[in-house]
């Protein structure tokens, strides 16, 4: 563990954020990124919901720059694979933009361990090679692993690692984050 | 009777057929095809989830088709792949088939891609190797031809989303296809309602209706309606004569013309699983006319391939909280 600032209690789902204001604040952060030659890339499920909320939100400066999106899935390129298998449910990625020299903002709803992000970037390569790539998370939750950390981030929010942290969809289609016990002992 | 395709947590460790998988497990492999279809089309065609797994393609019977597909599914999945004609090789100085595979795994293989004339090949081998070792039957004898079964389903499932509302029609000799039963059991678990099989008596097993078909001896009144045609390859090769009067009469009774189409749905789809006899069970006219989707057949098989590959190579799927899987 090499967060200092880790938590000796458990968190309450109770203390969480409201996640509808933390995604406000995401787009606050995203709004002077936004320029030609910027590409959104949300990473399943959470960092697509995100996308998705995120393209309304901004829309005046995604519509002036032509802002192209796209969805990664990246079961196809994680670490943890031969040990875990292929998730049940996988989604097409889908990239419907030349990714060749664009600047690349991926977007994903918890960062923890970063080895999705990774998974993320080497497949963003498979498609071309982009100018930059950037990451934005709703969540930091503290853990990482590998040399990678979001940019923009509108929580930091470090727990313990018996914790597993998530954004859910509501019934009435708000985002809300979410706590259960982590049932898996390998990270992600 | 433990089915030794599923391990004792009920997911997938072999593919030698399609009867006795459940729904489930086809549909995992659809959804799943259904991402690699994307990977096709990109510039780097290309994932990294089998590198470093060696995948051994054992062709006791000649299929070109078949075998490159395969071929294509592991490289775009990053392994390693061994193509073995086996009349080339050891078989023809004696070699049994368990030998043949003993010495492939003593040389690491992870994977074994079986076609074999004789029925019931692949299921011998599954039996024999150790549980780290997956196999895929890729056609054994008349048996089953589990990965072009479920390449058919999906790309019907491609062009004709609404399985529960399909009336397909599978036509010509049944008899000797593989592909045939594969393609009853896939449309039948699946939930497609209506499946007619078309051919003459002598091309059509004892009891074929105990597989859930309706059965026509006239193509015309079989065709009629349907949103799917498939179609059989007249299996020369399998045939002792006497079966049939010549090829001719066969093509003027159920060769598929676009007069004989035309009863058919106006947007029914054509399929064929190849190599195709022109002008033998499939006029040209229609193998390239546009309702054809033979072509596409071919581009989905890869996908399919790839994703019985993947799913089989992972071990142990996620026995994970459902949908926390991993998103961080």
């Known amino acids: 563990m090499t967060d200092k600032n880790r938590p000796m209690t458990e968190l309450q789902s109770a203390q969480l954020p409201n996640a509808e204001h933390l995604l406000q604040a995401l787009a606050k952060a995203l709004q002077p990124l936004l320029k030609k030659n910027t590409a959104l ?113 509108a929580a930091e929010i470090p727990l313990h690692a018996s914790q597993h942290l998530q954004l859910i969809k509501l019934a009435n289609d708000e985002l809300a984050l979410a706590l259960t016990p982590n049932h898996n002992s390998t990270r992600t | 009777m433990q089915n030794p395709q599923l391990d004792s947590d009920g997911n997938l460790r072999h593919l030698l057929s399609i009867e006795g998988l459940p729904k489930r497990i086809l549909n995992q492999i659809l959804d799943t095809a259904e991402s690699f279809v994307g990977v096709a089309e990109r510039e780097v065609k290309k994932v990294p989830l089998l590198r470093g797994k060696t995948v051994c393609n054992l062709f006791f019977e000649n299929s070109t088709r078949t075998r490159t597909t395969f071929e294509i599914a592991a490289k775009r999945l990053s392994a390693d792949v061994i193509s073995l004609n086996v009349n080339t090789s050891s078989q023809s100085k004696g070699e049994t088939i368990l030998d043949t595979v003993d010495n492939l795994i003593a040389m690491h293989a992870d994977m074994f891609v079986i076609r074999h004339a004789q029925s019931g090949a692949a299921h011998l081998i599954a039996k024999h190797v150790p549980p780290h070792i997956h196999v895929i039957n890729a056609g054994d004898g008349r048996h089953s031809h589990p990965t072009q079964g479920l390449l058919d389903v999906f790309t019907i499932r491609k062009f004709k989303p609404e399985m529960h509302n399909l009336r397909v029609a599978i036509i010509g000799d049944v008899l000797h296809s593989r592909v045939a039963r594969s393609e009853i059991h896939a449309l039948t678990t699946l939930g497609v309602p209506e499946v007619r099989v078309i051919a003459p008596k002598t091309l059509l097993p004892s009891q074929v209706e105990k597989l859930g078909v309706h059965v026509y001896h006239d193509m015309r009144e079989g065709l009629k309606n349907v949103d799917v045609v498939m179609m059989l390859r007249l299996q020369n090769e399998r045939m002792n004569g006497a079966l049939l009067p010549s090829a001719q009469e066969y093509f003027k009774t159920y060769g598929l013309t676009q007069e004989k189409l035309a009863l058919a749905k106006p947007d029914a789809i054509v399929m064929h699983p190849g190599p195709m006899n022109r002008g033998v069970e499939i006029d040209s006219s229609v193998a390239d006319g546009k309702q054809s989707v033979i072509l596409p057949q071919v581009t989905y098989g890869i996908a399919i391939r790839m994703a019985v590959m993947a799913i089989l190579a992972g071990g142990q799927p996620a026995q994970q909280a459902p949908a926390s899987e991993g998103d961080q």
């Open chain 1, 41 to 153: 890339v949300g990473i399943h499920s959470g960092g697509v919901w995100l996308m998705e909320r995120l393209l309304t939100l901004l829309e005046p400066a995604i519509t002036a720059n032509a802002i192209e999106h796209g969805t990664l899935d990246v079961s196809f390129y994680r670490d943890d694979y031969a040990k875990r298998g292929l998730k049940i449910e996988t989604h097409p990625s889908q990239i419907p933009f030349d990714v060749e020299n664009k600047h690349i903002i991926l977007i994903d709803d918890v960062f923890y361990t970063g080895r999705t992000t990774r998974a993320a970037m080497n497949e963003l390569f498979d498609y071309g090679r982009p100018a930059s790539i950037s990451l934005a998370a709703l969540v930091n939750r503290g853990g990482r692993e590998l040399p990678i950390a979001p940019q923009i981030v």
